[in-house]
């Protein structure tokens, strides 16, 4: 191999140092080195360790790369994917797609945590027997905004009759635990993570702690210890925002009537790579308006006359949808039709206008909007608000793809989310129905809340309940997660509403777990990190954390030793040991430690034990693997068994040699727990030898009695006969 370096003059001058060497001159060089080629591959230096098998907990060590996969966060703002509603064109319903991490396939609970008084009031003397405190409602929702990030949860707790207002609590999302609280009045209250991949000559990666924001950058706060910093960050743009690969927010600003796009780019406002802005990143004030906190401003001269609106779904480095009046005729619609125009950000042709195209006013007197934008199937959906027709349009030329009637059960019910991702459209409404359609030609895949049991939104209390309106709350790692709620439900509320969570390719219904949703729409507020799915649940007022947990397993067995050929009782528990099982009330009631139970019974299961509903009588615990190592050093499986709904298990066996055992249960986890085992020994003494054989000669004791029998009674006899004769004689 031949290296080659031609030489050059340096000119560099950004500092007094290096200004000293301008024009310097480096003199050519060249270099030779022999390079081994071998067929075996040489070990891959940046090779992760694998995934983990056991219960896992922040920070990731460096060295796992690949636990990115099982990792997230949850940073609202332009990092989740909107959502939208079809009632109104201002309800832009907050972010409720993340590509990032998984989801739980579980209804187990990790903890439970209150934000204020709810639940039943007690007494009769407060309006109606049973009622309970107020829930907040569709515009006083008491639980919003919460942010992700690192393994910590972050929200703003109610205060009153507002939905805000008090302390803002950041708590460990695996355990509940409160790790700082700090009151909003200064800063504002956060409304946007931001962890921003820094790489330059000396630094490569995302800057320490990153930033908790408010609204449009004004504030900032230090996300480990809640401190407002002294970060002063001014003129920021408004303008359609999206991600840029390294985590950098981008903002869209259009001049419509100077026909110019430009990019405006966190990252240079706060001092990143080649950004101008505050050096230490927690400090300084900064005016984000100047041109160097742009990336490029593009003059767009085919634009057409008028005004133009970016359309909320930029696709970056792809394309942006620029709206110019309005697809809908209806009462929140202007009724002329609608201009589109595709805007290129593509670098090659950046801000080339690729279509344009006019579409006539809906008929019917219908509100039309666009409800989705798919950049990976190439399509964006405009929804019909009063008939809930969908339309499908490329994003290459504008042109009509598909349009399907919304086949919604109760056409009267117009309130619907939908939630495009996976390459499929999501829609959810008051019809208690989820609908599944292929974004590429509009069909109806699958519905789900139509079917028996496991696929029913059906009440079940009485006929006048009919179904409880579903809405899609949060869609994450090929899952859907629907939330029940309504506008303005009276107290009492509807009783067994339920999170349900339910398999984004077929439909099938995963797993289910009592709860009321915040907002109409169930709001967007509820959130996926890290494996876990947070909501707030309106029916106590309670934050509940669902995901995998951790679970200990314990084994007993007989302490003396027993003999060969006797059998034995192994015994133990499997029991969780997640957070919420030590709060007050849970370790009050079940002081043993709260059993393991098995997937198929946990939503029942953990309804009883934090929801105070009624203990299920069909629980089924989790399966023991129990195997020994037996005398002669052989490792094997005796046997399973299943533990009960007290988390207790046990197995008879009867050992098959003698000498000393140890003997482990393991309990290999589920879509509930992380696996946990135990181990613990027991004796098995020879069996006692049998005693040697005696031979006893004949007993004939017997015989001389029964001779001797004979003789007496002979004797008797012949008396007998002389008396007799005597007799006679006498006569």
């Known amino acids: 191999m031949l290296f080659e370096y031609k030489g050059q003059v340096y000119t560099w001058n950004s500092s007094t140092q290096e200004r000293t060497w301008t024009n ?39 060295q796992n790369t690949d636990w990115f996969s099982i ?36 209804a187990h609970v990790m903890w439970s945590k209150p934000i204020q008084d709810g639940g039943v009031v007690g007494g009769s003397r407060v309006g109606v027997e049973g009622n309970t405190y107020y829930m907040g409602g569709s515009y006083n929702v008491r639980w919003s905004a919460a942010i992700a990030m690192y393994g910590r949860l972050y929200y703003s707790e109610p205060y009153g009759n507002s939905g805000g207002g008090g302390d803002y609590v950041c708590v460990d999302l695996r355990t509940g635990a409160e790790l700082w609280r700090t009151n909003t009045t200064a800063g504002g209250v956060p409304s946007f993570g931001y962890l921003y991949d820094f790489d330059s000559g000396n630094q490569h990666g995302v800057l320490p702690e990153g930033l908790l924001f408010t609204n449009n950058f004004a504030r900032a706060y230090d996300p480990s210890t809640g401190v407002l910093t002294t970060m002063n960050i001014t003129g920021v743009p408004s303008g359609t925002e999206a991600v840029g690969p390294n985590g950098e927010i981008l903002r869209y600003v259009l001049s419509s009537t100077g026909k110019w796009l430009a990019q405006w780019n966190s990252s240079r406002a706060l001092g990143g790579a080649g950004g101008t802005g505050v050096a ?7 005016n984000a308006s100047l041109a160097s906190n742009y990336d490029w401003n593009i003059t767009i001269p085919t634009l057409g006359p008028g005004t ?13 949808l620029l709206e110019q009046g309005s697809l809908g005729t209806g009462p929140r619609a202007s009724g002329q039709g609608e201009n589109i125009t595709a805007i290129s950000l593509n670098p090659t042709s950046r801000a080339q206008v690729l279509w344009t195209k006019y579409y006539p006013p809906a008929p019917d007197n219908v509100t039309r909007r666009i409800i989705a934008v798919d950049p990976d199937v190439g399509v964006f959906v405009a929804e019909d608000k009063e008939t809930l027709r969908l339309t499908g349009y490329s994003l290459a030329n504008g042109n009509e793809i598909w349009s399907v009637s919304h086949a919604i059960a109760d056409i009267d019910t117009l309130r619907t989310t939908a939630v495009n991702a996976f390459g499929n459209l999501y829609c959810a409404g008051f ?9 590429e030609n509009g069909d109806l895949l699958w519905t789900y809340g139509n079917g028996g049991p496991g696929n029913s939104t059906y009440a079940g209390l009485g006929t006048s309940y009919g179904v409880y309106p579903i809405f899609v709350d949060v869609v994450a790692d090929g899952k859907v997660y629907l ?72 084994i007993e067995a007989p302490m003396a030793a027993i003999t060969q050929g006797s059998s034995m009782v192994i015994r133990g528990t499997v029991t969780d040991i997640s957070a919420g099982t030590k709060q007050n009330a ?10 393991a139970v098995s997937d198929a019974s946990m939503g029942r299961w953990m309804e009883y034990v934090y929801m105070q509903k009624p203990r299920p009588t069909d629980t089924i615990g989790v399966e023991v693997k129990l195997s020994v190592l037996d005398a002669n050093n052989n490792f094997r499986e005796i046997g399973r068994t299943t533990s009960d709904s ?86």
């Open 24 to 62: 310097d001159t480096f003199q050519a060089a060249s270099a030779t080195k022999i390079l081994t080629v071998q067929e075996e591959p040489l070990p891959d230096p940046t090779r992760s360790y694998p995934l983990p098998t056991e219960y896992w907990t922040r920070p990731i060590e460096t």
């Open 586 to 595: 849970q370790a009050a009631r079940f002081p043993e430690g709260v059993p």
């Open 280 to 286: 230490n990143w927690y400090s300084g004030t900064v």
């Open 71 to 106: 990792s997230s966060n949850w940073l609202r703002g332009p990092y989740i994917r909107h959502g939208t509603s079809a009632t109104e064109v201002t309800a832009l319903i907050s972010g409720r797609y993340t590509p990032d991490g998984i989801g739980p396939n579980s």
């Open 308 to 320: 133009w609106a970016i359309n909320r779904y930029p696709i970056f480095n792809d394309l942006l």
């Open 646 to 731: 007290n988390g207790f298990y046990s197995f008879q066996w009867t050992p098959d040699i003698p000498g000393k055992y140890t003997v482990y249960a393991n309990f290999a986890g589920s879509e509930s727990y992380w696996p946990s085992h135990a181990e613990t020994a027991f004796a098995v003494d020879p069996a006692p030898e049998p005693p040697p054989e005696v031979t006893i000669p004949p007993d004939n004791s017997g015989t001389y009695a029964t001779y001797s029998t004979i003789a007496i009674i002979i004797a008797i006899a012949i008396v007998g006969a002389i008396l007799a004769l005597i007799m006679l004689r006498k006569r």
């Open 483 to 554: 939330a029940t709620t309504e506008h303005s439900p009276n107290s009492p509320w509807y009783k067994n509403a339920l999170y349900r969570c339910i398999n984004a390719t077929d439909g099938t219904e995963l797993w289910t777990l009592m709860g009321w949703g915040t907002g109409m729409y169930a709001g967007g507020y509820d959130l996926i990190a890290d494996g876990f799915f947070v909501f707030a649940n309106m029916y106590d007022m309670q934050v509940y954390c669902v995901g995998k947990g951790p679970s200990a397993t314990t």
């Open 431 to 439: 019809d208690g129905i989820l609908y599944c359609y292929d974004l």
